[in-house]
């Protein structure tokens, strides 16, 4: 048996009186990369922001259910700037603050009180080059960050959440911004990063998924309606559902 | 039949018309705008070359750098405005509109940002529902009620907090910054507001999700990145503090003297122009006046460019 590290039991989400969740229960294997598939509105983007709780800033949302960061509930038990700083995210537009590529990597570091100029250098390179970007950016670490093309920036933004040292890293759509080229050098990145991290994506493309993740879950109108090994879903999956799916019959 | 085609005949002219009408119809709407427009650009033109004619010779008769930075001594004592002996220095109503300028802007843009970050970020809505109407409320009292407000609550408190002491009983060139950072504060906070909200949510975001506090958020990342629409909302401030006359005059003071401290009484530009224009003589006193219009026409024209300057380079 594998390790978990994120356990969701039960979780239910609702915007007002709407829900967009609905009883939820997963369980996510630490450092595999866990793929969230469905068609727009189906509440992958959602799930994917109750794990390090960014919901928190959309008025109205009341959640009930646990999730579990290694067997603590992240709504109860842990404080969330702790629990953002364990679990990382890259969102669906780069979003690099603008500043200097090296401030945008330093940014976090600096956050949790790191002052220490030889650290800070340290921690910029190093998650730099984790995030397959060093190369490019080594020469412009005083430069604007908004002057990177679209996909370095989203690699850089990879690069900031890394700096943090999280164990989680959530990536909700990466890609969907970027040109086939640098989507493809984002995948090859997330093969590497699974080594030290858990990831869990949200994609729309289902390619993606089958590409890069070991496990795929496939959400449908707010129900997740199968979870198992990528393999196993795209070649025979449980579900009629997520056979017509996959398939392309709808979504 | 017949009367079927003569309906589609007059409905065919009637459509003729109408479209031919609504050809002049356009051409006229679109001069009254030109005209419209004009009126500004006159306007600006007109006040321009009266000041400069009026206000340019009496410059050039005193000398330029002797009205605006010269003094004259006479037996021992420094004269700086004796319209009666033709002696014309302004050096003293220029520094004490700067003094206040400064003054009301290091009061107010700290508060004025802070509020802006309150309203913005901070605040429950229905504070922000009375926080907004307020601050626009504060925006629209004419200034005579400010300086009235000065006169009667600012002066006295300044005259007690000097112990009585102050020969002007209190009006003062510190009323005259405390009424002007009030007053500057509804352009620098509303400005400073729409920055804020202007930031995209994907920056917030960003920041949040790497584990900053959201207070770090605001100081680190939210702020900077609204740096020129907040830079505007400072120089707007310093163009109405340096402009503002009503509500100076009635605080400070309005002595003709070198400002040495801050409860000194002080006499800005404007309030001079405001004072001396009802009963100056026509010729080189009156002139004067223009002259020190010219002066703070060209202290607005060069905030004005410095606020193009900062809109277009820091926002890049």
Redesign the interface.
């Known amino acids: 048996m594998n390790n978990m590290k994120i356990t969701v039991k039960d979780l239910n989400l609702y915007y007002g009186d709407f829900q967009a969740l609905k009883n939820i229960n997963i369980d996510i294997e630490e450092r595999k990369i866990t793929a969230l598939i469905g068609p727009s509105g189906c509440g992958k983007s959602t799930f994917i922001k109750t794990l390090?709780r960014?919901n928190d800033?959309i008025e109205g949302v009341k959640i009930d259910g646990n999730v579990m960061l290694d067997g603590e509930d992240i709504y109860k038990d842990v404080d969330v700037?702790?629990?953002?700083?364990r679990v990382?995210?890259v969102?669906q537009?780069p979003?690099?603050?603008?500043?200097s590529v090296y401030d945008n990597v330093a940014?976090?570091p600096?956050?949790?009180g790191v002052k220490k100029k030889s650290i800070l250098d340290e921690i910029v390179e190093k998650s730099l080059r984790s995030a397959a970007i060093w190369d490019e950016a080594k020469d412009r670490l005083k430069k604007n960050a908004l002057g990177f093309s679209g996909g370095q920036q989203q690699r850089l933004?990879i690069a900031?959440?890394l700096?943090?040292e999280p164990e989680v890293l959530l990536m909700d759509e990466p890609t969907s911004a970027l040109d086939p080229i640098a989507t493809g050098r984002i995948e090859e990145l997330t093969e590497d990063l699974k080594k030290e991290y858990t990831i869990v994506i949200v994609t729309h493309s289902m390619q993606q998924a089958g590409r890069i993740s070991d496990k795929t879950a496939f959400f449908l109108l707010g129900d997740l309606i199968e979870m198992g090994d990528t393999k196993k879903i795209f070649s025979n999956p449980d579900d009629k559902r997520t056979e017509d799916y996959i398939t392309g019959r709808f979504g | 039949m017949e009367r079927v085609d003569n309906s589609n005949i007059s409905q065919a002219s009637l459509n003729m018309k109408k479209s031919k009408s609504t050809v002049l119809w356009e051409k006229f709407v679109e001069k009254i705008f030109f005209i419209s427009a004009c009126m500004a650009i006159i306007s600006i033109a007109t006040i321009t070359i009266f000041i400069f004619a009026k206000g340019g010779p009496a410059m050039l008769e005193i000398g330029i750098f002797n009205f605006m930075f010269g003094t004259t001594e006479l037996g021992g004592k420094v004269y700086l405005w004796q319209p009666g002996a033709d002696i014309y220095h302004i050096i003293t109503m220029i520094l004490s509109s700067i003094y206040i300028t400064l003054g009301a802007i290091i009061i107010g843009v700290p508060i004025g940002i802070l509020t802006a970050v309150f309203i913005a970020e901070i605040a429950p809505k229905w504070l922000v529902k009375i926080m907004k109407p307020a601050v626009e409320l504060l925006a629209g009292i004419p200034s005579v009620v400010y300086g009235f407000f000065g006169l009667i609550i600012i002066v006295p408190m300044i005259y007690e907090a000097y112990g009585r002491q102050l020969k002007g009983g209190g009006n003062s060139m510190l009323a005259a910054i405390i009424i002007l950072s009030i007053m500057i504060l509804p352009t620098i906070i509303n400005i400073s507001i729409a920055a804020i909200k202007a930031v995209p949510i994907e920056y917030k975001e960003g920041s949040l999700a790497m584990g900053a506090t959201h207070i770090q958020t605001i100081f680190k990342v939210m702020i900077p990145a609204a740096k020129s629409g907040i830079f505007a909302a400072v120089i707007l401030g310093i163009g109405r503090a340096i402009g503002e006359t009503m509500a100076v005059i009635l605080v400070a003071g309005n002595s003709i003297k070198f400002p040495t401290s801050i409860s000194d009484s002080v006499r800005p530009m404007t309030a001079h122009i405001a004072l001396e224009m009802s009963y100056a003589s026509p010729g080189l006193h009156e002139n004067s006046l223009f002259a020190t219009g010219i002066v703070l026409f060209v202290f607005i024209m060069l905030l004005n460019i410095a606020l193009n300057f900062i809109t277009h380079k820091v926002g890049e």
């Open positions: 390090n960014m800033l700037i702790k629990l953002r700083k990382g995210m969102f537009k979003n690099p603050f603008p500043m940014y976090g600096r956050s949790h933004c900031r959440a700096a943090v």
